[in-house]
Every structure is written in structure tokens, then in C-alpha cells.
């Protein structure tokens, strides 16, 4: 295929735009598109089945400097779409190797499921936020990916729960990794510094006994229910959530939080919501759903919507961003339109572009969640 050079982009102020050069080819049609998408997902299913293959069968991966080791069950008969899967966290943490070790091993008999493969991992570390550090997200991210393709699970039916120190993890994982979640539970932990906000797609549930007084674990439950509360009245559409304050129990709520996984079994994942709220954690990604951060920064926020063909920068303190598309969101075959603090922007044709395809296949592993063309933004930004 011969590709034609084009220099565009769009730099964006309120009173003027500035052109800044960007390299595009020439665009596919949306069945190119499609059978594109198809033989490099293809090609990476070949490397995943011949390059993790091994791991899978030792369960045991390593990354880098660090290590996880997990168990894998299966629980009641494969669906069509294939098997749910769950991520369940042992508690533990700032403790020696020996009490992690015995938690995780609990923990592999704590819950029952009517369905699905459920991982038990080992935490690689023993440190108190084991559950939070940044290279549990590229360890999940890959186990997402390998059980796609080696265990055949339906990639909008992932879940993460977690209980104490496990609890801890899923506050703060579930915000910052809710593009490859359905919903998530927490039970008995604590958030630390995390924010809710990224939790608009998914439905999230916490579990907390009434008495659980240390680190004010039940204090910040409520606070937490109030929050989840208050965001949900301003966005109907989104932050489902449920909680439940356990009457007179402490740390261990003797099963009653197992209750948890009929609530989040319900949810099924939508990979391309028409709105998207990413907060950075402090542990900061540089992808959320339909959008791109390449140089991600903590605490920064985009607020952003599709309407139609239309899409809406509502709030941000990010200037530079990325626009991801496909034929889900949009017709790509007509123009699009973005607009920033009530100015538009950018309105022009966003094209299929192969090079978007192998990009997107390649961060996430993910067949439902892959993107065919997009549009670089430079904000002068409006306080």
C-alpha cells in the first residue's frame, strides 16, 4: 500500500488556531477496517499463544524487577461469549513474606462463584499499598490479555474484588483501570488519596463492617457513599454504585461481603461510553477509554462527551490530548466535530488509519476495545 503524506493538526486557542505538522495515510474504507483489525488481532493471538503460553501454565509471571505468582479456578459452565473473569486481592500487606503468603492462601477459599475464572494473585510485594503500586496495572493489564486468548474470557466481563489490604488496591486500581472493568467490589479496605471520579462506566460496590475503626476504614466507607452519592445526582448515566455498612461487625464480616459478587456479576462492560471522566491517580496511564495522554501528569482531568458527531471537550486541565475513534462511536464516514469551551475546533474527516489499529491492539490486547482513527489536540487552555 502506497501512503500519501498529509501535515494537520489543530492547535486551539479561543482566538485563533495555530497548524501544527502530523503525518497520516491514506484512509481505509470500514470494511478495510474491519478485516485490518481482524489479522492483527490474529497476529497477536499467534505471539500471546506462543510467547506466554508457558506463564500461564507455571502461573507465574514476571515483569521487569517484579514477580506474581496467582491461582487460577474455574467455577460453573463457560458461557457462549466465553467465561467471566475476577480478580480477587488478598489482604496482608506491611507484614513479613510468611503472613502475605498464608493471606493469599486464605484467600484462594474465601469466595464461591456460580461462574467464572477467578485469579488469585500473590502480591509481588510485601509492603503496606502492595495492591497500588504502578506495576500491579501492567501485570493485570497482561493477565487480562492472556486469559482472553489462552482461557477464552469475554473481555467485558472482568471484575476486580478485593478484601482489606485487597480492598485498598481495588479503591485505587478500579478508578484509574475502568476501561477494562465491567464493575468492581471493595471490602474492608481503605482509599488513601484515590478519587472516584474515573468510576463513571463501571458499577462499584463497597463492603465495609460498622465497627472496622482502624485507619477509620467505616468513617471513609460513608464518605465514600456520600461522594458516589453526590456524583451520580449530577450524572444520572453514571457511577452506579452500591454500598453497604455491615451492622456490628469489625474487620472480618464472616462471608456476609461475598454477597458482593451477585451485584457485580451483573454488570457487563461498555468499552466505547459516550462520556468519559479520567482523573489521574498517582499512578498515572496514558490511555482511558477513547482518549490519549502521552504526557500524563497526577491529578490532571478530562472531562469529555460524544453527542451525534459531535464531540465535547466539557472540562479540562489538559493541553495536549488525543481523540480516539471507531464506527461505534461515530460515523466515520462523515465529519466530525470537536469543540472546547464552546468553540469548535476541529471539524473535518477523521480517517481509518492502520497505524491507529496496530497501536490500539497492541496497548491493550483487547478485541472489544480497539480504535481506528484520531485527533490530535493542542489546548491553549481557559481557566
Request: charged share 25%; proline share 4%.
Amino acid at each position: 500500500m502506497k501512503y500519501l503524506i498529509l501535515f494537520i493538526a489543530i492547535t486551539v486557542s479561543c482566538q485563533n488556531i495555530k497548524p501544527v505538522a502530523n503525518k497520516r495515510s491514506i484512509p481505509l474504507s470500514k470494511a478495510e477496517a474491519e478485516h485490518l483489525k481482524k489479522k492483527l488481532y490474529e497476529e497477536h493471538i499467534e505471539n500471546v499463544l506462543s510467547d506466554r503460553s508457558k506463564e500461564m501454565q507455571d502461573q507465574l509471571i514476571k515483569i521487569g524487577d517484579h514477580e506474581m505468582k496467582f491461582d487460577l479456578r474455574f467455577f460453573g459452565s463457560k458461557p457462549e461469549a466465553g467465561w467471566s473473569l475476577y480478580f480477587s486481592l488478598h489482604g496482608g500487606g506491611g507484614v513479613p513474606d510468611s503472613i502475605n503468603e498464608k493471606q493469599w492462601v486464605r484467600h484462594k477459599t474465601l469466595y464461591s462463584f456460580k461462574e467464572g475464572a477467578v485469579i488469585i494473585p500473590r502480591s509481588p510485594t510485601n509492603t503496606w499499598n502492595m495492591w497500588h503500586q504502578d506495576h500491579i496495572d501492567t501485570f493485570f493489564s497482561r493477565l487480562i490479555q492472556n486469559m482472553i486468548i489462552l482461557h477464552d474470557v469475554d473481555p467485558n466481563k472482568v471484575y476486580l474484588m478485593g478484601y482489606s489490604a485487597g480492598g485498598d488496591g481495588v479503591y485505587q486500581l478500579a478508578p484509574r483501570m475502568a476501561d477494562r472493568f465491567a464493575a468492581a467490589a471493595m471490602m474492608a479496605g481503605h482509599p488513601n488519596e484515590t478519587s472516584p471520579l474515573g468510576l463513571r462506566n463501571i458499577g462499584f460496590t463497597i463492603h465495609m463492617g460498622e465497627n472496622d475503626t482502624p485507619y477509620d476504614r467505616n468513617k471513609v466507607a460513608m464518605e465514600w457513599k456520600v461522594k458516589l452519592k453526590t456524583l451520580k445526582e449530577n450524572d444520572v448515566n453514571g457511577y452506579p454504585h452500591f454500598v453497604q455498612i455491615h451492622k456490628n461487625k469489625g474487620h472480618w464480616m464472616e462471608g456476609l461481603d461475598s454477597s458482593a459478587i451477585s451485584w457485580i456479576s451483573n454488570f457487563t462492560r461498555n468499552p466505547f461510553p459516550k462520556k468519559v471522566v479520567w482523573k489521574q491517580d498517582d499512578v498515572t496511564h496514558n490511555r482511558f477509554y477513547w482518549l490519549k495522554d502521552n504526557n500524563p501528569i497526577e491529578g490532571s482531568l478530562i472531562i469529555a462527551s460524544i453527542n451525534g458527531q459531535i464531540v465535547n471537550i466539557e472540562k479540562t486541565n489538559v493541553s495536549d490530548m488525543v481523540i480516539r475513534l471507531n464506527d461505534e462511536l461515530v460515523d466515520m464516514d462523515k465529519k466530525v466535530i470537536v469543540k472546547y469551551s464552546g468553540m469548535e475546533i476541529f471539524n473535518d474527516m477523521v480517517q481509518r488509519d492502520s497505524a491507529v489499529i496496530s497501536t490500539t491492539i497492541k496497548e491493550y490486547g483487547d478485541p472489544e476495545s480497539i480504535y481506528l482513527g484520531e485527533i490530535p489536540i493542542s489546548l491553549e487552555l481557559v481557566e
